[in-house]
T-cell receptor, first 114, second 114 residues
Framework: NAGVTQTPKFQVLKTGQSMTLQCAQD?????MSWYRQDPGMGLRLIHY???????DQGEVPNGYNVSRSTTEDFPLRLLSAAPSQTSVYFC?????????????FGEGSRLTVL | KQEVTQIPAALSVPEGENLVLNCSFT??????LQWFRQDPGKGLTSLLL?????REQTSGRLNASLDKSSGRSTLYIAASQPGDSATYLC?????????????FGKGTKLSVKP
């Protein structure tokens, strides 16, 4: 059972480039989300999804785009990378957003924007 | 706005000591509270989940308590071991208009010395 899988683990971008961080889960989880973790700021929610075709913004959505075409996948797109987006990005999922439940995290994607 | 605070930011103890990590939150209207462990360069692993109707949860040497009225949770680690060294984060699932969002504290970095 792979759990939550994120790719790539490391990425270096130049300012203005675009890229997609991939997230996949094999637990048939309804709820998926993206967080970024920055020193001194803690974890902050970027976007989340409560099911296929349903997404919504979190605390820091600007500069990021998401879609949820399948239950398993929840990619995060950086449209035009900026140095302020240098961070560690975590994808997390849980069985249902309605039923309070355990949140499972991926290993993280470390992004540097030059 | 819900805020989650963890004090101290760092803690160093000798092996074998019992210890308590603290988490406080400003709004008592929560669905649940989770404690996570994060090892360096890794994702978060859920340790304990306490529902809003519960007072405590136990798993092995770990015991988490919840006092909603005072806005506090504690994570008790018995007979600490060097392998317990990690950053411990708490997160609350907020209720009103939350759509499943978690609010994280910034964590307590624990170091257990042999």
């Amino acid at each position: 059972n792979a759990g939550v899988t994120q790719t790539p683990k490391f990425q270096v971008l130049k300012t203005g480039q675009s890229m997609t961080l991939q997230c996949a889960q094999d637990m048939n989880h309804e709820y998926m989300s993206w967080y970024r973790q920055d020193p001194g700021m803690g974890l902050r929610l970027i976007h989340y999804s409560v099911g296929a075709g349903i997404t919504d913004q979190g605390e820091v959505p600007n500069g990021y785009n998401v879609s949820r075409s399948t239950t398993e996948d929840f990619p995060l797109r950086l449209l035009s990378a900026a140095p302020s987006q240098t961070s560690v990005y975590f994808c997390a999922s849980s069985y249902s957003f309605l039923a309070p439940g355990e949140l499972f995290f991926g290993e993280g994607s470390r992004l540097t924007v030059l | 706005k819900q805020e989650v605070t963890q004090i101290p930011a760092a803690l160093s103890v000798p092996e074998g000591e019992n210890l308590v990590l603290n988490c406080s939150f400003t709004d008592s209207a929560i669905y649940n509270l989770q404690w996570f462990r994060q090892d360096p360069g890794k994702g978060l692993t859920s340790l304990l989940l306490i529902q809003s109707s519960q007072r405590e949860q136990t798993s092995g040497r770990l015991n988490a308590s919840l006092d909603k009225s005072s806005g506090r949770s504690t994570l008790y680690i018995a007979a600490s071991q060097p392998g317990d060294s990690a950053t411990y984060l708490c997160a609350v699932k907020i209720r009103r208009g939350s759509q499943g969002n978690l609010i994280f504290g910034k964590g307590t970095k624990l170091s257990v010395k042999p």
